[in-house]
Structure formats: structure tokens, C-alpha cells
């Protein structure tokens, strides 16, 4: 799960496992000898798990009680994130409705952790079930691998925690750190510390040493003597040019690659200068200031921030080695792996043991007391550094110089390497220089300094994206949810919006659009298509329709919404992914109006029991709407000046508290095909009050509902009719009972010598749904064509006929039956034998096929080549 979901509103980053216990069914952890010991052996701190029964050592009580492995199993996937750095607790075990079958459900940090965690977990139960050995710290250290590729960088990570904190959503969008903060057409990017309002000048001269250097220089900026070199014969007369000591570094270098300093000879120089060499064609040989290492950090042309950097170095205590030292430094424990903690743990590679060796020593040589070894040629924090933080005591001069620094580079944010003796006095009294102008700074030794005030650098960059007090980059939202009704009601939305000068984005069960323009085709109502529509910039509006399948697989593609729709709730999809029962399908519908802003409406049926029920758990403001005037439930909201739409005396009406605004008659509405379609009326219905919330006008809306002309480009599959010269074809995508019953309502209006239903078992449907299906089209039908579907979902072509037949047969026993197993034949076959005013009724599941292959044959009839 990556957003809302049904295991938890609030908590987004969850891992769903299905777990089939098998034999262990039978054997909780008190039937197991030794289990507890061993679990007790290996998770000492499992202890803190409070568990149900609400104190510590709670977990331990129900292994000794007895408790099932799923339950363990989710205890263990915690516990192992939080011993390799990842402290995380929330946990669920429960029944999935097979017997010896478990969701364990749990949170994850990152989310490639969290799937080795669950796998991990399971390796781990059943060795402790077993008595055998194993290596835990081999997962932890996987674990803390996984955690460094996938994470955000700190920089990245702090500028995203402090938008998510201003309510600006963000979404990755890459597997680095390209950032989207806000939606659609309010969006902002950074990729860590560069913004999509960053210079891209300043940045090609930041990162060119050469045009830096001459243009501080030009302003009259302290830099230090230097030369540029292309070609090593030139490597002698820049040393004596410059004189030494030299640092020696590549022009197009960034975070201390191939930087050689305090060179003291024309042989060290000619090594560094081979090392800059393999980072950039052209090197920079200048003076080697010497003093402290300072990186003043300016965002938004102001400064904001200084650090006094240090590098790696270990201090002699006259008995440990140089190696043994390192491993003493490394047991700080704010030190870890990567970028796990506030320090990183020094390691000794190749570069190491050479600052060593030139030292005169090796990692074995044993150092003074109080002897100081440098072992790194920078002072990044990466390589094992260290920062103090000074923000407070820069000389304002050194403050002045920072901020017209980053206007002459123009770099909204940088960061500015200086060597000095002393930052609280100006540069040009130290006799100190500015090294480097830096693009993309990194934040860590501002936001986790090793000693000194912690700084929210991360606030001016958010403050320079959002200018404006309250604004978090958010469009407005308009998600769709319901067993029926929901494609219709989505695409009438956004063709309201869409007239009122929106620039629409929506998703639908047939695609994705992006101003009526389709970008992604077949069933795209969940979280990847969401976020496809959100991450558009040209949209300033969104529709999104939210189907039970993409909750359950990763919750939804956005963390709030604006306005929720709720269509109904009636059976269908029941016993997939868990959901048996209509009562747990709400439940997964209710995910969407839970996640409406506080300012928001939740759109409820107020004629739906399960639906109504929901608004108990909502955070935000309650509308209802009815088939109904007089529902009581409507009148109490009315009461109490709530919003709501009715159906009353063959008008679709918006109210505010008791008063009545009528839309239009519902007759003049063409989506009702002159009010023949009750429940298109019903899918109006909530579709004025979105609008009417969004701030819509009434007569905005009414010209919106008169230029909907229900067909098969704007609504395909929703009562798409097609005249041929001596019958009709109605094609819909009915694909459950409610659907089917709501059908029937409108074929029982229609006149028709003979009317044929073209039907098809669903194969993930229950045998009673296929059966109710049978039964529903006996009542409907004078003939029925059973076609299947191209996907049997599971269940075999035998099986599905046999369900509706068994529903038909119980309706009507003599009703005249066909089995075609290809629409294509099936439609075909109906076309060809078709009776003079007879209407054809195809349910279809793969509309856009349906839809081509019923306009190809009304073509062919208006050729005459039909007969």
C-alpha cells in the first residue's frame, strides 16, 4: 500500500501479505517446544512489543499463551526494520476467509525493506519452528542496503518532510531524487537541492570552476591564485606560477571527487593532477589556503545557514592503531551506515590508506597521544566528516559577500566553500578565499550538525516554491467510488468542470483523458492512473474514478481529495482479495470519503444504507442526495441547512437548507433519454452538488447537462443505442446484478416487438451473482444469447454457462437460450436473425470491441451490404 487504504486511513506505507499457514493452522506457538525460548533467544527486544495485551512483554504473553505464526510473522517483519534502523510498529493479522489464510498486514519505511522484511519474516518463523540456526544479521545488513539505493537523500528527504508537513503533497518521480511538490498545473520539482526555478545558467557556471573563478574575481571577491591546465607538460610552470602549497582539483568537479590538497611538491602534484584528469578534462591548479573548511549555504539569495566542516580524522591515544582508532571513532553511535544516521561511519579504502602512507604511517602505526591524523582529502559528511554549526557567528561582511556571491552566479540556492582562520571576521582580514560556489548543496550538516544548533534549511526552499501563506500546490480533487455509476458520474463531472473553463484531467474504467484527449486506454481506475492525471502539468482540475480493485492492491494514487462521491454499494467482486461480504466492500469504498479535506464535501446516497453509514467516519462537511424528497435523511440534513440534491416532481434539484433550486427537468436532461434512465438521474444527482461546491454556477451547470449528449464517444458502454433500419442495438456495460437490475428499469420503457439480451458470466463473480444474473435476463429477454467473456477470470466456459442457465432455467424453464461463445459471433448471429422493431440488449465487458463491431455493421447496412 503506498496511499489511503483499507487496512488504515492514516498510515499510507503499509506491506499486505497473504499468508496460507497450512499444517501450522493447527499448531500456535504453545504446541511448538522451545519456541518461545528461541524467540525470546533471538528478539530479546521484542520485549517493548506492548501487543493487545497493552503492556511490555505483552507479545511474549501471547507466545506463551499460544498464538498463531501470521501474528508472529508481522511481529517479526517489525522488529527486524527497527534493528536495522528502520523503527516502525503499526501491525495487523487478520482472518483473509479461508480457513488457515492471513492478511499480515505492517508498515515499512521504505518500501523494497518492507517486501524483504515480509519474506524474511516467514525464513525466520519457520527456522525458529524448526530449532535451526540463522543469521539475522545478514537480513539487517540487506535490509540497511535496500534502505540507502531507495531512500531520499537527506537534503531530498527534508525539503519533502517539510512540504508533507505544510500539507503539499509530493510524488517521486524517478528512482533518485526528482521530487513533484503539489499537483497538475500548480507543481513545483526539485531534484535535491536544485529547484525547478534554479538557474540552469547558474548551475552550467557553478559547475565550471573556471568561469566561477573568473567572474568572483572580476567582482572583486576573494579567491585564491590559480591556473587552468588541459595538458601536463604545462603541470610545472603553473606550480611555480601559483607556488606552493596547491590544491588541485577537475573544473567540471562536484562533492570532492578528484580534489588533491596540501601539495607540497611537483611529484605529489603531478599524481593529483592525474587524479583530476579522470573526473574532468580540464584542471585548476591553485594556491592550497590554509585555515578551517566553512560552507556558508544561501537559498532564495539569502544567507541561511554556515557549517565548520572537518574531515575524517582520528585523534592518537600512544596504544591503539591507526585502524583500531577508526573502529573506536565508528562506535559513536551517531554514526551508521550511508546516510542512516547523523554521522557516517569512516571506512578505509584506497584513499585512506594513501593520506595514511604519505603521513608516514600505516593502518597498523600506532599514533601519539593526542596526535591528529586526517584521513580523508575532503570534508564531506559522507566520507565520515564532521560539522559544527556557526551560523550565529558569521561576520556580517562574510554574510553580505554569500548573498552577492549568488546573485553574481545566479544560483538561487548554493553553497559556498571558504577557507578561513576565523568566519567571525571578514575574508579580507583573515586572509582567507572562497574555494568553490556549489549547485545542488547538500543539507545534512545544517539540518544534523554534529555539534551546534540544528537548522530547518529545508523551510526558506519550500517558502521560495510557495510564496503564498496557505498555498500547497493542490488542484482541486473530485474522486469517484460506488459499485455502479461511477464512469458516468466521472466523466459528467468533468464535463461540467471542463465547460466552466477547467482543464480537466480524469481517469475512467476505459482510460485516462487529459482534456478529452485519451492517453491511456482500458480499465484505469487506480493509483497509477491517478497519478498520471496528477502529474500533468498542463491539468488544473482532476476527476478521479477509485474501484475497489486498486484500493486493495496499493490504496489510492492521492493522500486528500476535495470533493468524494459515493455512488451505492451492491454485491460484486465478493470473495476476491479477501472481501466476502458487502459489509467489508463498503468498507473499501468508505476509503474515499475518509480522505476528503477538513474544507470538503463527502457526496453520499442517501437511498444506500452502507453508503449513508459511512458519513460517520468522514472529517469534513456531509452532503446527501435522494431519488427521494422525503427521505428522512435528507429532510435532517435539510434541517440543519446542509447541501443535497433530490429528484422532485420530475426536476433534478439542488438545495441549500430547505430551499430548492431546480436544475432542469430531468426529461430535458439527454443523459435520462427523456428521463427513461432513472439511474442516470441518480448519477446527476451528486454531480450538481460537486459542481455546485466547486463553485460552479447553477446556469454554468445546466448548460454542462443540456450539451452531455449520452453516445459512444462520450459515454461508452452507458446506454449506447444504435438505429439500424428495422431494429435497435442498446449496448451497456451491466456487469452485476444491481447493474443489470437498473437495466431493466430502462429496457422495460422501451418499445420493442422482441427484445434479445446478449449476456455473459462474469468468471470472477460468486456462483448466486452469475445465477441472479440468469435470472434477471429470464425476466428481461423474450430470447438470450449466452456469449463468454475473453477473460474466464478463473472459472471454465462450462461452468459459467451452467450458472446462468441454472438462474434462467429457475425464472423461466422454457425461456429460449443460445450459447455463443464469441461476441464477435454472438452479435453477429443476433444481427442476422434480428425480427423488424426488435431491440438488442448487448452486455458487454470489452466495450471498445462491442462498440466497433456494431458501428462496422451499421456501416455495412447503410452500404447495402447488410441483410
Given at each position: 500500500m503506498r496511499g489511503p487504504n483499507y487496512w488504515s486511513i492514516r498510515r499510507h506505507r503499509l506491506i499486505v501479505m497473504v499468508l496460507d499457514l497450512e499444517e501450522m493452522e493447527e499448531l500456535p506457538t504453545n504446541k511448538i517446544d522451545g519456541f518461545a525460548d528461541r524467540i525470546r533467544e533471538m528478539f530479546p527486544s521484542m520485549y517493548a512489543h506492548r501487543c493487545s495485551e497493552g503492556c511490555e512483554g505483552g507479545f511474549f504473553m501471547r507466545v506463551d499463551e499460544g498464538t498463531w505464526m501470521g501474528h508472529v510473522i508481522e511481529h517479526i517483519a517489525l522488529e527486524i526494520q527497527t534493528l536495522a534502523d528502520m523503527d516502525t510498529g503499526f501491525g495487523r493479522t487478520r482472518g483473509y476467509g479461508e480457513k488457515g489464510v492471513y492478511n499480515v498486514v505492517f508498515s515499512y519505511i521504505e518500501e523494497s525493506v518492507g517486501r524483504y522484511a515480509a519474506k524474511a519474516a516467514v525464513r525466520i518463523c519457520e527456522a525458529l519452528i524448526a530449532g535451526e540456526p540463522y543469521d539475522l544479521q545478514e537480513d539487517i545488513q540487506r535490509m540497511r542496503e535496500l534502505r540507502e539505493s531507495e531512500r531520499l537523500g537527506p537534503s531530498t528527504g527534508s525539503i519533502v518532510l517539510e512540504a508533507q508537513n505544510r500539507g503539499i503533497p509530493w510524488i517521486r518521480l524517478n528512482k533518485y531524487s526528482l521530487v513533484q511538490l503539489g499537483y497538475g498545473a500548480n507543481q513545483k520539482r526539485i531534484q535535491a537541492t536544485v529547484t525547478s526555478e534554479t538557474s540552469s545558467i547558474g548551475v552550467e557556471l557553478a559547475c565550471d570552476k573556471e568561469d566561477t573563478k573568473y567572474l568572483l574575481e572580476q567582482a572583486e571577491v576573494e579567491v585564491p591564485r590559480g591556473d587552468i591546465l588541459s595538458s601536463e607538460s604545462a603541470l610545472e610552470d603553473a606550480c611555480k606560477y601559483v607556488g606552493y602549497p596547491l590544491v588541485i582539483k577537475p573544473i567540471d568537479g562536484n562533492h570532492g571527487r578528484g580534489i588533491t590538497v596540501d601539495i607540497?611538491?611537483?611529484?605529489?602534484?603531478?599524481?593529483?593532477?592525474?587524479?583530476?584528469?579522470?573526473?574532468?578534462?580540464?584542471?585548476?591548479?591553485?594556491?592550497?589556503?590554509?585555515?578551517?573548511d566553512y560552507r556558508l549555504l544561501v537559498i532564495n539569495y539569502k544567507f541561511v545557514a554556515a557549517a565548520k566542516r572537518t574531515p575524517a580524522h582520528v585523534v592518537g591515544d600512544g596504544t591503539s592503531s591507526i585502524e583500531e582508532l577508526v573502529a573506536k571513532v565508528n562506535q559513536d553511535p551517531r554514526r551508521g551506515y550511508g546516510h542512516e544516521k547523523v554521522l557516517t561511519a569512516i571506512t578505509i579504502n584506497d584513499l585512506t590508506k594513501t593520506i595514511i602512507a604519505d603521513a608516514g604511517y600505516t593502518t597498523e602505526s600506532v599514533l601519539k597521544e593526542g596526535e591528529k591524523l586526517i584521513l580523508k582529502d575532503t570534508a564531506n559528511l559522507s566520507t565520515g566528516g564532521t560539522a559544527e554549526d556557526v551560523t550565529d557567528i558569521v561576520h556580517p561582511a562574510n554574510v553580505s559577500m554569500a548573498e552577492r556571491i549568488s546573485k553574481i552566479i545566479d544560483l538561487d540556492i548554493c553553497g559556498i566553500?571558504?577557507?578561513?582562520?576565523?568566519?567571525?571576521?571578514?575574508?579580507?582580514?583573515t586572509g582567507g578565499a572562497v574555494l568553490e560556489v556549489n549547485a545542488g548543496p547538500g543539507f545534512r550538516m545544517h539540518l544534523a550538525p554534529t555539534t551546534g544548533l540544528p537548522r530547518n534549511v529545508a523551510a526558506p526552499v519550500v517558502d521560495k516554491l510557495f510564496p503564498q501563506k496557505g498555498d500547497t500546490g493542490r488542484i482541486p480533487i473530485v474522486a469517484v467510488t460506488g459499485t455502479n455509476g461511477k464512469t458516468t458520474t466521472s466523466r459528467l463531472i468533468a464535463h461540467i468542470a471542463k465547460m466552466n473553463g477547467h482543464r480537466v484531467g480524469y481517469t475512467t474504467s476505459d482510460g485516462v483523458y487529459i482534456q478529452n484527449r485519451m492517453l491511456m486506454k482500458g480499465d484505469c481506475t487506480g493509483p497509477t492512473s491517478a497519478e498520471f492525471v496528477l502529474k500533468d502539468p498542463t491539468v488544473n482540475f482532476a476527476v478521479l474514478e477509485c474501484a475497489r480493485g486498486g484500493l486493495l492492491r496499493a490504496g489510492l494514487g492521492f493522500k486528500k481529495c476535495d470533493v468524494a462521491i459515493v455512488t451505492n454499494v451492491s454485491a460484486d467482486h465478493l470473495g476476491l482479495k479477501g472481501i466476502h461480504t458487502i459489509e467489508q466492500l463498503a468498507?473499501?469504498?468508505?476509503?474515499?470519503?475518509?480522505?476528503?479535506?477538513?474544507?470538503?464535501?463527502?457526496i453520499l446516497n442517501a437511498d444506500d444504507d452502507l453508503v449513508y453509514e459511512m458519513r460517520r467516519n468522514i472529517n469534513c462537511n456531509l452532503a446527501l442526495f435522494s431519488m427521494d424528497e422525503k427521505n428522512p435523511r435528507i429532510q435532517a440534513l435539510q434541517r440543519i441547512g446542509g447541501i443535497t440534491a433530490i429528484y422532485e416532481n420530475g426536476y433534478v434539484t439542488l438545495c441549500r437548507g430547505e430551499w430548492k433550486m431546480r436544475i432542469m427537468k430531468a426529461e430535458n436532461i439527454p443523459l435520462t433519454y427523456g428521463g427513461k434512465a432513472r439511474f442516470m438521474i441518480q448519477n446527476i444527482l451528486p454531480a450538481i452538488i460537486a459542481a455546485n461546491v466547486q463553485g460552479i454556477s447553477i446556469e454554468d451547470t445546466k448548460a454542462a447537462l443540456e450539451t452531455f449528449i449520452p453516445s459512444a464517444s462520450s459515454t461508452p458502454g452507458r446506454l449506447n443505442m444504435f438505429k439500424f433500419k428495422n431494429f435497435d442495438i442498446l449496448l451497456d456495460y451491466a456487469h452485476n446484478p444491481a447493474g443489470m437490475r437498473a437495466l431493466q428499469k430502462f429496457t422495460d420503457n422501451l418499445d420493442a416487438t422482441v427484445k434479445v439480451g446478449i449476456i455473459a458470466g462474469i468468471g470472477d463473480r460468486r456462483e448466486e451473482d452469475n445465477n441472479e444474473m440468469g435470472s434477471i435476463a429470464a425476466e428481461m429477454f423474450d430470447e438470450i444469447i449466452i456469449r463468454q467473456d475473453k477473460n474466464l477470470r478463473g472459472k471454465s466456459e462450462s461452468d459459467l454457462i451452467n450458472m446462468l442457465n441454472a438462474g434462467i432455467k429457475k425464472r423461466d424453464p422454457n425461456k429460449k437460450t443460445t450459447v455463443i461463445p464469441s461476441e464477435k459471433d454472438a452479435i453477429t448471429h443476433a444481427v442476422a436473425h434480428a425480427e423488424k422493431g426488435s431491440l438488442i440488449v448487448l452486455c458487454s465487458d470489452v466495450v471498445p470491441d462491442a462498440l466497433d463491431l456494431v458501428k462496422y455493421l451499421r456501416d455495412k447496412e447503410a452500404n447495402g451490404e447488410l441483410t
Open positions: 607540497n611538491s611537483y611529484e605529489e602534484a603531478l599524481v593529483a593532477f592525474k587524479v583530476a584528469k579522470e573526473v574532468s578534462r580540464r584542471v585548476i591548479v591553485e594556491k592550497y589556503i590554509t585555515g578551517e566553500d571558504i577557507m578561513t582562520s576565523d568566519i567571525s571576521q571578514p575574508l579580507s582580514d468498507k473499501v469504498k468508505a476509503v474515499v470519503p475518509e480522505t476528503v479535506l477538513p474544507g470538503g464535501y463527502a
